[in-house]
């Protein structure tokens, strides 16, 4: 079974940077969509980046210029770049994919962002 870990949360300044990771346990991002999601408890999941297989991202409005995803297929790892923090993007952040009609999920790691 598909497992996925993120990693590279942590505490930064509003302006700061942060890059998380998410690794799987097999070679999937050469052949799955990789998404990253973000959320605050007790309110639904905000997608905030697609990563083809190809490699096309695609981002949300509140991320969009600032956030960047990318991919290296031969360490099975999904990144999501972060630039320009803003207070707002404080949230825990989950990798997620579709395998055999599944939707697989990391443990999520927590993004928090001082002002």
């Known amino acids: 079974q598909v497992q996925l870990v993120e990693s590279g949360g942590g505490v930064v300044q509003a302006g700061g940077s942060l890059r998380l990771s998410c690794v799987a346990s097999g070679n999937i991002t050469s052949t799955r969509t990789m998404y990253w999601y973000r959320q605050t408890p007790g309110q639904r999941r905000e997608l905030v980046a697609t990563i083809t297989a190809t490699g096309r991202t695609s981002y949300s409005d509140s991320v969009k210029g600032r956030f960047t995803g990318s991919k290296d297929n031969a360490k099975y790892t999904a990144y999501l770049q972060m630039h320009e923090l803003k207070p707002e993007d404080t949230r825990v952040y989950y990798c997620?994919?579709?395998?055999?009609?599944?939707?697989?999920w990391g443990q999520g790691t927590q993004v928090t962002v001082s002002s």
């Open positions: 997620n994919c579709w395998v055999s009609g599944s939707q697989v």
